[in-house]
Structures are given as structure tokens and as C-alpha cells.
């Protein structure tokens, strides 16, 4: 028997989705919105934690407002990812080695740095212990490359959030090149970590492959991120999210993703096109395939 397949889309709150009318009339708040969401899909990814470490209070609310079988997956926090972030958004009490609005990873010691996985782990504990934690999502940057350092610490993810179910997205080509592929793929797998399947714009800047590979038995995961080309290229986040698969687009999908199920014990199929209702209607379309 394979395993479960959930789709969902990788916000429910965003503007352009809320602007588009897929909501209902006098479904406005926030409590409102996440319920109706809850109702229609099984799945969603919080984008919000990357932004700002989660608070237990927010993580509560999620959990009472949805069904005992919805599905978090929680975005890690920037700076975990060694993304730039916004100094404003790092708790009093942690030290920064820096006067700017921007910091790196480097400009917290160590002592700071586990105070802030110790704040990400706490505050997602509400969905962990409700069993509505899917897993921790670590989106690395566009240059964070297949070297020795990064492959390091992609294992040092583990580790840390060793509790949790992990997936990790690769933006640079060079995990995939064919020379650093099977590594790639070997060194999630020792590690049990899934890796997030792309679907993007091919022969563009920094493409990634066409992928569908379980490198973990609990879970596999794959990203609808639109097929825009012109927007890819031009890196606006319009332009990248807005795209509408087409019907053929998604069947095309199918045999592997049911081949992901017999892999892993779960699969999560997220669509981040999320401009407008492009998101949700995908993902009806392909839950109807399904």
C-alpha cells in the first residue's frame, strides 16, 4: 500500500490570493480564512516563519482553527537558511556583530545561533504536539552552492532539528550537476532528509532538473513553482508566481508522484504559483487527477 499524497499551496493568506475572490464572501478574517482553506485542502506551507521565528501563541491558534488531519509545513527561519535578514526581526537578548538593517549568519556567535534554533523549535511546538507538523522546509539561497562547508551544514540542519521530519530545497544547479547528483541524493538519504522536487522553467538562468526522487522512506516533496519563464528570468515575484498550469501539465505528474507514494510514507505537493487563484485552482485540479 503506498503512502498518503497531500497537496496544498504554500500560503493562505497571500494578498493577490485574498484580492482574487476564491474566498467566499464574509470569509475576511484571518481565523475565517485559514478554516475555509482547511476545509478544501489537506496541506499547507507557512511562509511567514521565514520572515519572523513562529510564536507558540500563533502556532496554538493554527492548530485549533483546522482539522486534527490538516498538515503544517513550516518554512525555517531565514537566518537558519544563511539568507540576509532584517536585524528588526532578531529577539532582544541575542548579540549581533553588526550595525546594519541587513545580517548574515556569520554576525551571530554560537551561543546566539542555538538560542535562535531553540526559538524556532519552541515555537512550532503547538503543531508538533497536535501531530499537525509535516515537516521543516529549509529553502537554501540561490548561492548556496554544492561545496564541503554547505554540505556540512545541511547534515548540522539535521542534527539540530533531529525531532522533527526535514526537507531541504537547493536553488543552485551545482547539487544537481551529473557529477554531483548521486552525491547529493546519497548524502540526504544517509541522512534521511527529503529533498524538495522542483518544477520551474527549463533552459533558464540556474535552472534546476526535472526531478522526482525520495530520499527519505517517511517523506517526499515536490514544489509547483510555475513555468514563467519571462518572470524566472526577471526574478519579480509576480512574474515567477504567475503561472497557470495547464491540465496536461499536471497529468504529466501523476505517475510519479504515485510513485513517490510507494517510495515514502508520505508525499506533499506544494504549488507556490501563487499569484491571483493560480495556486488553488492547480491544486484542486491535480487532488481531482489524484
Known amino acids: 500500500m503506498g503512502g498518503r499524497i497531500l497537496v496544498g499551496t504554500a500560503s493562505w493568506t497571500d494578498r493577490s ?18 478554516r475555509h482553506y482547511a476545509s478544501r485542502f489537506p496541506l499547507v506551507e507557512v511562509d511567514s516563519t521565514y520572515y519572523a521565528l513562529p ?14 488531519d ?34 548574515y549568519l556569520k554576525h551571530v556567535d554560537e551561543q546566539g545561533v542555538g538560542q535562535l534554533w531553540d526559538r524556532f523549535l519552541d515555537g512550532v511546538d503547538p ?5 499537525k507538523l509535516g515537516c521543516l ?3 537554501f539561497p540561490p548561492w548556496f552552492s554544492s561545496r564541503s562547508a554547505n554540505r556540512e551544514y545541511v547534515v548540522d540542519c539535521a542534527d539540530r532539528a533531529a525531532a522533527d521530519r526535514i526537507a531541504v530545497e537547493f536553488r543552485h544547479p551545482s547539487w544537481f550537476k551529473p557529477e554531483e547528483r548521486e552525491r547529493t541524493l546519497a548524502l540526504l538519504a544517509d541522512h534521511s532528509i527529503a529533498l524538495v522536487c522542483a518544477d520551474m522553467p527549463q533552459r533558464v538562468d540556474k535552472a534546476l532538473p526535472r526531478l522526482a526522487a525520495a530520499t527519505s522512506t517517511e517523506l517526499a516533496m515536490v514544489k509547483f513553482h ?51 487563484d493560480n495556486a488553488v485552482r492547480n491544486a484542486e485540479q491535480l487532488m481531482d487527477r489524484l
Open 226 to 276: 510555475g513555468r514563467n519563464r519571462q518572470g524566472w528570468e526577471e526574478s519579480s515575484f509576480q512574474g515567477l508566481t504567475d503561472y497557470r498550469y495547464r491540465p496536461k501539465e499536471l497529468e504529466a505528474w501523476v505517475p510519479d508522484l504515485r510513485r513517490l507514494a510507494e517510495e515514502a510514507g508520505e508525499v506533499h505537493v506544494v504549488f507556490r504559483n501563487m499569484h491571483g
Open 70 to 103: 490538516f498538515t503544517f509545513d513550516v518554512k525555517a527561519f531565514s537566518l537558519l537558511t544563511q539568507h540576509p535578514t532584517r536585524a528588526s526581526s532578531i529577539p532582544r537578548g541575542i548579540d549581533v556583530e553588526s550595525d546594519k538593517a541587513t545580517v
Open 127 to 131: 503543531l508538533r504536539r497536535t501531530n
Open 55 to 68: 510564536r507558540q501563541v500563533m502556532a496554538r491558534d493554527w492548530a485549533s482553527r483546522t482539522p486534527a
Open 17 to 34: 490570493l485574498v484580492a482574487s475572490g476564491w474566498y467566499p464572501e464574509g470569509v475576511s478574517s484571518a481565523e475565517d480564512r485559514l
Open 137 to 139: 522546509v529549509f529553502q
